[in-house]
């Protein structure tokens, strides 16, 4: 937390007073890094233990079709976001200035492929629903791509809209002013967090179609699922 007493506020750097005092003297830094980690496969779950688990993929087909799951693709998306602020007391004068130096938002993705045992075991249906859910993988990696990007902008345009700068300030006002200023920057982080989910659902909703599930059992005509694997 940046905070100005009268015990620290000799540390500041001093700005001249006159002109426009509360320029900065370096512009803010904003940085978006996201990194994907490489796709790890788990083979060890049965297609029975595969039914029971809890699927966020809204199933394409007609209430009065069955469907059986054989592999699913999951990733959480992890999301660190830090702000930094600088200031400086106007020379002679109970006021300062604050400004942002850097603001940094870090992600990463960690993919996991499940496929069911019975599957994985059969070479067709192995190649088959690994290039499924690879599909599901690479949109993630699509995802945070266009997230990197729209991120970036939108932290830019939204605080420049409301300055980059603050001040001058009383000094007694500057721990105050400095929280708003870091809060606001991480709800719009936040804010843009919640749309990237609704828009990675929707992405995500493009792979799994009906004509993508025919499409994979298609491939692997001799693969049958038979009642004791479910049981």
Same mark, same amino acid.
């Given at each position: 937390?940046?905070?100005?007493?009268?015990?620290?506020?000799?540390?500041?750097?001093?700005?001249? =007073?006159?002109?426009?005092?509360?320029?900065?003297?370096?512009?803010?830094?904003?940085?978006?890094?996201?990194?994907?980690?490489?796709?790890?496969?788990?083979?060890?779950?049965?297609?029975?233990?595969?039914?029971?688990?809890?699927?966020?993929?809204?199933?394409?087909?007609?209430?009065?079709?069955?469907?059986?799951?054989?592999?699913?693709?999951?990733?959480?998306?992890?999301?660190? =976001?830090? /702000?930094?602020?600088?200031? =400086?007391?106007?020379?002679?004068?109970?006021? =300062?200035?604050?400004?942002?130096?850097?603001?940094?938002?870090?992600?990463?993705?960690?993919?996991?492929?499940?496929?069911?045992?019975?599957?994985?075991?059969?070479?067709?249906?192995?190649?088959? /629903?690994?290039?499924?859910?690879?599909?599901?993988?690479?949109?993630?990696?699509?995802?945070?791509?266009?997230?990197?990007?729209?991120?970036?902008?939108?932290?830019?345009?939204?605080?420049?809209?409301?300055?980059? /700068?603050?001040?001058?300030?009383?000094?007694?006002?500057?721990?105050?002013?400095?929280?708003?200023?870091?809060?606001?920057?991480?709800?719009?982080?936040?804010?843009?967090?919640?749309?990237?989910?609704?828009?990675?659902?929707?992405?995500?909703?493009?792979?799994?179609?009906?004509?993508?599930?025919?499409? /994979?059992?298609?491939?692997?005509?001799?693969?049958?699922?038979?009642?004791?694997?479910?049981?």
């Amino acid at each position: 937390m940046f905070g100005i007493d009268p015990l620290t506020t000799g540390a500041l750097m001093v700005l001249a =007073a006159g002109g426009n005092v509360c320029d900065m003297a370096k512009a803010t830094e904003i940085k978006v890094v996201p990194v994907t980690q490489d796709v790890n496969f788990v083979t060890d779950m049965t297609l029975a233990e595969m039914q029971k688990q809890d699927m966020d993929t809204i199933n394409p087909h007609s209430f009065n079709g069955v469907s059986v799951t054989q592999g699913f693709a999951m990733g959480e998306i992890r999301i660190k =976001a830090s /702000v930094s602020l600088d200031g =400086a007391q106007v020379r002679g004068k109970p006021y =300062a200035c604050l400004w942002y130096k850097e603001i940094n938002v870090g992600f990463e993705i960690n993919p996991n492929i499940y496929i069911a045992k019975e599957v994985y075991r059969d070479l067709c249906m192995r190649r088959a /629903v690994s290039e499924h859910e690879m599909k599901h993988v690479n949109t993630d990696r699509r995802v945070i791509n266009k997230f990197a990007q729209h991120i970036g902008r939108t932290l830019y345009s939204e605080l420049k809209a409301r300055g980059f /700068v603050a001040g001058p300030i009383p000094i007694e006002d500057v721990e105050n002013v400095s929280d708003r200023m870091k809060k606001t920057a991480l709800q719009l982080i936040e804010r843009e967090q919640k749309r990237l989910e609704i828009d990675r659902m929707d992405m995500q909703a493009l792979v799994d179609t009906k004509e993508e599930y025919e499409r /994979v059992a298609a491939e692997c005509p001799r693969f049958k699922i038979t009642p004791d694997m479910l049981e």
